[in-house]
């Protein structure tokens, strides 16, 4: 199992970004693949996922969107109306998942991080 993350860079506040995270190494869509944040002397968050198996999402911030390109085996994090407390390195994860209606799964595959950067 391989996840790549890109997309991250440098953004202005109030600005978009979209991170892509690139997988490969298993079926697409038998797995849940969730995005996690951690900023520096902070704990790790999980910010959305997405069950690939039955569609299911969750967000933990409305200004966060999941989607994904099963043709690209590639889930996408679009992120609007950034702020400079977003600066973080973005992770995603992987897990294998079922049709069971949740993407909450303990994720045990982790891409090496993307970093974003807010300037105010």
């Known amino acids: 199992v391989q996840l790549v993350e890109s997309g991250g860079g440098l953004v202005q506040a109030g600005g978009s970004l979209r991170l892509s995270c690139a997988a490969s190494?298993?079926?697409?869509?038998?797995?849940?693949i969730a995005w996690y944040r951690q900023a520096p002397g902070k704990e790790r968050e999980g910010l959305s996922c997405?069950?690939?198996?039955?569609g299911t999402t969750y967000y933990s911030d409305s200004r966060f969107s999941i989607s994904s390109d099963n043709a690209k085996n590639t889930v996408y994090l679009q992120m609007s109306s950034l702020k400079a407390e977003d600066t973080a390195v973005y992770y995603c994860?992987?897990?294998?998942?079922?049709?069971?209606?949740?993407?909450?799964?303990?994720?045990?595959?982790w891409g090496q991080g993307t970093q974003v950067t807010v300037s105010s």
């Open positions: 994860a992987g897990a294998r998942a079922i049709l069971d209606g949740t993407c909450q799964y303990e994720y045990n595959y």
């Open positions: 190494g298993f079926r697409f869509d038998d797995y849940a």
């Open positions: 997405i069950n690939l198996s039955d």
